[in-house]
C-alpha cells in the first residue's frame, strides 16, 4: 500500500535526522545528509505521484497502536494526500540537492542538519495523518522543527525575535486547529477523520468551525492580518529552508483548510465563500504592495508569497461558492485554479530562494540597493532567476500565467451565481487579482532589474562569481519544471482532476486529448489557451527579430557606451535604486496601505551638509491587532501575578470551581 511507503519513508527522514546530530561534525556529513534526504524525497515523490495518476477507489486507512487509548493513529493516501506530497515532496528534494552545496557555506550545520529532514518529515506525516491526533501531532512537531530552523542563525538579534513571534503565530495556529477539531468530534470524541465525516454539526457550529479553520491554516499559510510571522521567519532560515517553508510549508496550510471544509465539514452553506474571498483578495494585494516596498531581497520573497496565497484562497472561495450553489463543474475549475496555482508556486518560489540563497552566497548581501550587475559574473543564477521571475509574473508561456488563467476563467462564470451578494463581490475580487497580477509584474521587474542589471553598487557585487553546481542543478530543475508546466498545463490539470473529482463531484475536461494540447476549462467556443503555441511563437519571433537586428541591421556588432545623460564617468550610486523604483507606487497606495510619510530635510544656502530623504512606512496590522493584544495580555499578567500568593485552600477552591464549570459546559453540550 502507497500510505505503508509513505511511512517509511517519514521514519526513513527522521533516522537521517538522528544521523544528522553527528554528521554536522565532520566533512561529509553535510553532503551525506542532504543526498540522504534527497534521496528519500524522490521515492516518496515517485509512490505520491503513481497513487495520484493511477490510484483507483478509497484507499483504506492504516491504523498503528500508537496515539490515543483505543483510537490509534490512522494514515491514509487517497487523491487530496497524494497531490499535496507531490508538492512537498518535490520541493524537499530540490531543497535538499541544492543543500549538498548550499550546506558547504553553513557556519553552524550541526543546528541545521538534524532538524531540515525532520520538518520534511513533519510535513509528510501532516499529509498523511487520517486522524485529528495524528494530525495535530505531526502538525505541531513540523512547527516546532521549522522554528529550530528559523533559529539556526541565533547569534543575529532580529532572528530570534523572528523566531519568538513565529512560535507564538505557530501555537496559536494550532490552538485553533484543536479546537476545530474538538467541534469536529463533537461530544462522542470521535477524532478519526471517518468517524467525523458522518458526524453533522449544526449551521452555527459549522460557521464556527469554518472561522476557526481560517484562522488555525490561514496563521500558517500567511493569510493578513496573520502574516506578520512570514516575513521575519523565513528570511531568517537558511535559503533551503526559507524555500521549503515559504514554497512548501505553506502548502500543508492550505491543505489543512482544504481537508477540513471541503472534505470534514459535511455540507456547504451559501455564506461560507464571502470571508474566504475577501481576506483572500485583500491579502494579494497586501501581500504584493508590502514587497513593493521593502529593499531585503529574502522579504521581498516572503511578502510575494503572502499575496500568491491570497490568490490561491481566492480560487478556493470562488470553489466553495460554485459547490453551495449546485454548480460543480464551475467549482471544479475554481478548486483546480487553486491548486494548480499552488503547485506552481512551490516551484518558482523555491526557485527564487534558491536564487537569492545563491546571491547572499555570492556576495554576502541581502540588500537589493547594494548589488546589481550579477547577470555578468552568474549567468546561470540570473537565468533560472529570470525565468522564475517571468512566472511569478503570471506572464506567458509560464506556469504561473496558465493557473492564473484559469482562476480569471472561473471568475468569468460568476454570473452563473444566484446571489446578489456574490455577483458583485465576484467580479471586485477579479479586479483586486488583476491589480495584484500587475503589481507582482512591476515587483519583479524591480527585483531582477536591481539585482542582476545595471552596474555593481558595492564591492561585493562586482567580486560576486557563480555558486557550486548542486546548487546550480536544483535551480536549472526548477526552472525547466516551470517551462514545462507553462507550455504543458494540460497534463498537470489532468493530473489534479482526481481530486477536485473527490471534493466536489466533478472534474475538468481532459486536456491531454484536446487538439494542439490547447487547454479548454469549460467549453472551445467560450475560452482555450495553446502555452505550446504561445511559446513556439515567443521563441520564433524573438529569434527572428535577434536576426534581423545583428545581421540585416549592421554588418557588424558595435558595442558603445551607455547614453551617460551628459556626465560621463559617473558613480554606480547613480543608478536606479528598489526604494526610487517603488516611490511611484508606494505615493499612490502607501497613504492607505501603509500610513506612509516622506521626509525632506534640505540645507540652508551656504551649508555644505548633505539633504536627507526619509521615508517611514507602518504595518497597521502590528499597530491595529498586536499591538493591543500584547499590552493587554501584559497588563493581565501583572494582575494574575497575585494567583502565585493564593494560599492552599485558595488554591484547591480554584481548583473546585474549574471542576463544576467544565462539567457543566460538557452536561450542556452533550
Not at 550 to 565: G, I
Request: hydrophobic residues 55%; contains cysteine.
Amino acid at each position: 500500500m502507497v500510505a505503508i511507503v509513505g511511512l517509511w519513508c517519514v521514519a526513513a527522514l527522521l533516522g537521517i535526522a538522528g544521523f544528522g546530530i553527528v554528521a554536522g561534525n565532520w566533512s561529509q556529513g553535510s553532503r551525506l545528509t542532504y543526498g540522504a534526504t534527497a534521496a528519500t524525497s524522490t521515492v516518496a515523490l515517485i509512490t505520491a505521484v503513481l497513487q495520484l495518476v493511477g490510484g483507483t477507489g478509497v484507499p483504506p486507512s492504516i491504523v498503528l497502536p500508537l496515539g490515543l487509548p483505543w483510537i490509534g493513529a490512522h494514515f491514509r493516501m487517497d487523491a487530496l494526500s497524494a497531490f499535496f506530497l507531490v508538492v512537498i515532496n518535490l520541493g524537499g528534494a530540490a531543497a535538499s540537492l541544492y543543500g549538498v552545496g548550499y550546506g558547504q557555506h553553513e557556519d553552524e550545520p550541526q543546528r541545521v542538519l538534524p532538524f531540515f529532514p525532520a520538518f520534511l518529515a513533519g510535513m509528510n506525516l501532516v499529509i498523511l495523518a487520517d486522524d485529528a491526533f495524528s494530525f495535530l501531532l505531526s502538525w505541531e512537531f513540523m512547527s516546532l522543527a521549522s522554528w529550530a530552523l528559523v533559529m539556526a542563525h541565533h547569534h543575529e538579534r532580529d532572528n530570534i525575535r523572528a523566531g519568538y513571534v513565529y512560535i507564538v503565530m505557530a501555537c496559536f495556529g494550532t490552538l485553533a486547529l484543536l479546537l476545530a477539531f474538538g467541534l469536529l468530534a463533537g461530544p462522542e470524541g470521535g477524532y478519526a477523520f471517518a468517524s467525523i465525516r458522518v458526524h453533522q454539526l449544526s449551521p452555527l457550529l459549522a460557521g464556527f468551525v469554518l472561522g476557526l479553520a481560517l484562522l488555525g491554516a490561514g496563521s500558517k499559510a500567511g493569510l493578513v492580518p496573520l502574516h506578520v510571522w512570514l516575513p521575519l521567519a523565513h528570511p531568517a532560515a537558511p535559503s533551503h529552508v526559507s524555500a521549503s517553508m515559504s514554497g512548501v510549508m505553506t502548502k500543508v496550510a492550505v491543505y489543512g483548510f482544504i481537508r477540513i471544509v471541503f472534505d470534514l465539514l459535511g455540507p456547504t452553506a451559501w455564506w461560507w465563500s464571502f470571508p474566504i474571498l475577501a481576506i483572500g483578495s485583500g491579502t494579494a494585494v497586501l501581500g504584493v504592495l508590502y514587497a513593493l516596498m521593502e529593499t531585503d531581497l529574502k522579504r521581498v520573497l516572503a511578502y510575494s508569497t503572502i499575496e500568491n496565497i491570497g490568490l490561491i484562497f481566492v480560487g478556493l472561495g470562488l470553489a466553495l461558492a460554485f459547490r453551495a450553489n449546485s454548480l460543480p463543474a464551475a467549482s471544479a475549475l475554481a478548486l483546480t485554479a487553486a491548486l494548480f496555482h499552488a503547485f506552481n508556486h512551490a516551484l518558482f518560489k523555491s526557485a527564487l530562494f534558491f536564487g537569492a540563497g545563491a546571491v547572499l552566497t555570492a556576495t554576502g548581501e541581502r540588500q537589493m540597493e547594494r548589488l546589481g550587475g550579477l547577470i555578468h559574473r552568474m549567468p546561470t543564477t540570473s537565468v533560472v532567476v529570470l525565468v522564475a521571475c517571468v512566472a511569478i509574473s503570471a506572464l506567458p508561456p509560464l506556469n504561473g500565467f496558465a493557473s492564473e488563467w484559469l482562476a480569471f476563467q472561473a471568475i468569468l462564470l460568476s454570473p452563473q451565481l444566484p446571489l446578489w451578494g456574490l455577483k458583485l463581490l465576484v467580479p471586485a475580487v477579479g479586479a483586486l487579482l488583476a491589480l495584484s497580477a500587475a503589481l507582482a509584474a512591476a515587483c519583479f521587474v524591480r527585483v531582477f532589474g536591481i539585482v542582476f542589471l545595471g552596474r555593481p553598487r558595492s564591492p561585493a557585487a562586482e567580486r560576486a562569481a557563480e555558486v557550486d553546481r548542486w546548487s546550480l542543478s536544483a535551480m536549472v530543475i526548477l526552472a525547466g519544471l516551470c517551462i514545462l508546466a507553462g507550455i504543458l498545463p494540460g497534463f498537470v490539470i489532468d493530473a489534479i482532476a482526481p481530486v477536485a473529482q473527490s471534493l466536489v463531484g466533478s472534474r475538468m475536461p481532459e486536456q491531454a486529448g484536446m487538439s494542439w494540447l490547447s487547454i479548454i476549462p469549460v467549453a472551445e467556443s467560450r475560452s482555450s489557451y495553446n502555452g505550446l503555441l504561445v511559446f513556439c511563437f515567443i521563441a520564433a519571433s524573438a529569434s527572428l527579430a535577434a536576426y534581423v537586428i545583428h545581421r540585416l541591421a549592421s554588418h557588424a556588432l558595435r558595442r558603445a557606451p551607455a547614453w551617460d545623460c551628459g556626465f560621463p564617468q559617473s558613480s554606480p550610486a547613480t543608478q536606479y535604486t528598489a526604494s526610487s523604483f517603488a516611490q511611484p507606487i508606494r505615493r499612490v497606495f502607501g497613504g492607505y496601505a501603509f500610513q506612509a510619510r516622506e521626509r525632506v530635510e534640505m540645507p540652508p544656502p551656504g551649508n555644505l551638509g548633505p539633504a536627507r530623504f526619509q521615508v517611514d512606512l507602518r504595518d497597521l496590522a502590528w499597530e491595529l491587532i498586536y499591538t493591543p493584544i500584547t499590552n493587554s495580555v501584559s497588563v493581565a499578567a501583572e494582575r494574575l501575578n497575585r494567583l502565585q500568593f493564593l494560599t492552599i485552600r485558595q488554591y484547591l477552591s480554584l481548583v473546585f470551581s474549574a471542576l463544576v464549570f467544565l462539567l457543566l459546559v460538557l452536561a450542556l453540550w452533550s
